[in-house]
């Protein structure tokens, strides 16, 4: 199994463009999370899913955030418009149901200048 | 609010040492606890999974202990090597399977040879 899939690896863009993360879930999971990691604030949850809906998204900093899953296996996290203060490591996990184990993406290291 | 607390934050040992990492959470209500390895620019590995109603879980070298009445837990690592040198990530999960975890942010940890 090729484990979670994240793309881009690294994302360098200017203040005020928008940013598409991109996460592909192992084959059978069917809980997505995406969490954040600063220096400052360590990991965060940012949403989860479980099979598709969004069950917890109080991690949301704000409307500029918003995350999708168009389907079972594939999610996404868009900013927009980005700030400098958003410049973070993004990790998606996913989980099987009934199964406690969560498997980490490579994570996105997104930089705003 | 649950809050997880890891102490020290970074830590430095020759090889061969014994050693213990703590990890602290406010709320004791807690389904289980988790701890996790990351390396330099990478996602996370799972290292153990307590239950709530376990006291500890082993692994090769390491050792997980949970005391959730007094919202702790230890990772003890025996004979440490220069390969442990990582972060060292403690997290909690408040309900069952599919649901979120809140992390501490981790203590870093340098093995010598």
């Known amino acids: 199994d090729a484990g979670v899939i994240q793309s881009p690896r690294h994302e360098v863009t200017e203040m005020g463009q928008e940013v598409t993360l991109r996460c592909k879930l192992i084959s059978g999971h069917n809980s997505l999370f995406w969490y954040r990691q600063t220096m400052m604030r360590g990991l965060e949850l940012l949403i989860y899913f479980n099979n598709n809906v969004p069950i917890d998204d109080s991690g949301m900093p704000e409307d500029r955030f918003s995350a999708k899953m168009p389907n079972a296996s594939f999610s996404t996290l868009k900013i927009q418009p980005s700030e400098p203060r958003d410049s973070a490591v993004y990790f998606c996990?996913?989980?099987?149901?009934?199964?406690?184990?969560?498997?980490f993406g490579p994570g996105t290291r997104l930089t705003v200048t | 609010k649950q809050e997880v607390t890891q102490i020290p934050a970074a830590l430095s040992v020759p090889e061969g040492e014994n050693l213990v990492l703590n990890c602290s959470f406010t709320?004791?209500?807690?389904?289980?606890l988790q701890w996790f390895r990351q390396d330099p620019g990478k996602g996370l590995t799972s290292l153990l999974l307590i239950q709530s109603s376990q006291r500890e879980q082993t692994s090769g070298r390491l050792n997980a202990s949970l005391d959730k009445s007094s919202g702790r837990s230890t990772l003890y690592i025996a004979a440490s090597q220069p390969g442990d040198s990582a972060t060292y990530l403690c997290?909690?999960?408040?309900?069952?399977?599919?649901?979120?975890?809140?992390f501490g942010k981790g203590t870093t940890l340098s093995v010598s040879s």
């Open positions: 996990a996913s989980s099987k149901a009934g199964v406690y184990e969560q498997y």
């Open positions: 997290a909690v999960r408040r309900n069952q399977a599919g649901t979120a975890l809140i």
């Open positions: 709320d004791s209500a807690i389904y289980n």
